[in-house]
């Protein structure tokens, strides 16, 4: 029989997979995700929501989702049960992604309709309903690039509305009435009233930044924010306790709901440093660096995160040897993981006279040099010219009209043609 009480769980924005070429950080937010898992145990949940990205790409690396889908099978085997939408990150068209894996196994119930709505028509709204709590839920996955803001416009929610119990949508998008201030002009939403009306609780996903309010006519709105977090801004604003990283108990009692946060990321592991080198030579700037990344380094498997910032009084990024500083003072650091977006180097100093052209071939250089390629047709400048060519090739915009099969097919081909080109030069 349906009751009248009840706990559920909601989390979004795990990204299982995410900081792929680190694999401390890797570890720790994979640690994050099976800590959250384990709570809807502990705390006897009767559901689990996952409003989206519960994986960084569509299909990621089987080893990173073996732990997951282990762990989410244990809820299952329990008798709990799993809901899950897609996200903007784990959605992909025309192929099968870990989610439909998953779900064909039974691990989790797909919420959302997979169907590609067409612009301007509209859509019943289908739903779950969860037997032992008498829970009626729906959802909207979310799509990459804002493409899901017309199915929420066109979707017709009155039979769900009309059903009985406590309703829940779940989606993945951003709502611009409560975005916080900081993130409204880069971030464009769906609005409040784009969502249907009548819901108890509203799930949502997409932005990595706790967020509360309530929904069209009513009801709580819930954005718990990422779990852990994919970059150093996530872990700054995590640190800072500016938002929760972890999962959210929601409490029901009729229609009303209790909020509760429990925090799954690590703490006293995480070392975020800022490095100010305004003005300094680049060997004062060095030691400068090895003094902070050393006292940062206070205990084994630390994660270290420097950010070096600031105008070099001269030369350039690569004299600070930034590399040779992580060898020699973050030995037993779990991790040291450079950010020198904001460090730059005077003019003086020869970095503006370089051109686009020749700044992308020193890159190329860069990257083949520092990969183990093994390959013999990236070798010498006709190597960096290829990647080079490459590069410009998919990163060619899609034009005004042009459909996304259209588009990936002719990057396709083009990358072909270039490869293709290739081999039989050196065949």
Not at 63 to 85: M, Q
Not at 100 to 115: C, N, Q, R, S, Y
Not at 147 to 173: M, N, S, T
Not at 378 to 407: C, F, H, I, M
Request: charged share 25%.
């Amino acid at each position: 029989m349906p009751t009248e009480r009840f706990v559920f769980a909601h989390l979004a924005d795990a990204h299982v997979g995410a900081w792929p070429r680190d694999p401390a950080v890797r570890a720790a937010l994979r640690e994050s995700v099976l800590r959250a898992i384990r709570v809807v145990s502990e705390r006897n949940a009767e559901f689990l929501l996952i409003s989206g990205d519960l994986f960084h790409t569509p299909v990621p690396d089987p080893r990173e989702v073996a732990p997951v889908a282990h762990a989410l099978k244990e809820l299952v085997d329990e008798g709990r049960r799993v809901y899950a939408i897609y996200g903007s990150h784990d959605y992909v068209a025309h192929r099968t992604s870990w989610l439909d894996v998953l779900a064909e196994t039974g691990v989790f119930v797909k919420v959302a309709p997979e169907a590609v709505m067409t612009e301007g028509t509209r859509w019943p709204l289908p739903f779950q309903v969860d037997e032992p709590t008498g829970a009626r839920i729906a959802g909207i996955s979310g799509r990459s690039h804002g493409l899901d803001r017309e199915y929420f416009r066109g979707v017709d929610a009155e039979a769900f509305r009309a059903e009985p119990g406590f309703k829940i949508f779940q989606f993945h998008a951003a709502v611009e009435e409560y975005l916080p201030p900081s993130l409204r002009p880069h971030i464009r939403g769906i609005r409040r009233d784009d969502l249907p009306a009548g819901c108890d609780y509203y799930a949502g996903g997409h932005i990595h930044y706790t967020y509360e309010g309530e929904g069209p006519e009513g009801g709580r709105l819930v954005n718990p924010g990422a779990v852990f977090g994919t970059s150093r801004t996530d872990l700054v604003n995590g640190e800072a306790r500016a938002t929760h990283q972890g999962i959210v108990l929601v409490h029901v009692d009729g229609r009303a709901t209790r909020i509760e946060y429990v925090e799954t990321a690590p703490r006293g592991t995480v070392r975020l440093v800022d490095i100010d080198v305004s003005g300094e030579t680049a060997e004062v700037a060095h030691r400068h660096v090895a003094t902070v990344v050393r006292e940062a380094n206070d205990r084994p498997g630390v994660l270290v995160f420097p950010k070096v910032k600031g105008v070099l009084a001269d030369g350039s990024v690569a004299s600070l040897a930034l590399t040779e500083v992580a060898r020699s003072e973050g030995r037993e650091a779990g991790t040291v993981h450079w950010d020198v977006s904001e460090l730059e180097v005077p003019e003086s100093a020869g970095a503006s006279s370089a051109t686009e052209a020749e700044v992308e071939a020193a890159a190329t250089r860069a990257l083949l040099s520092d990969a183990d390629v093994g390959a013999r047709w990236l070798a010498g400048a006709d190597g960096e010219r290829l990647v080079r060519e490459l590069v410009r090739e998919l990163g060619t915009p899609k034009a005004d009209g042009e459909s996304r099969q259209d588009y990936a097919n002719a990057r396709i081909d083009g990358a072909r043609r270039l490869l293709g080109a290739r081999r039989s030069a050196t065949s």
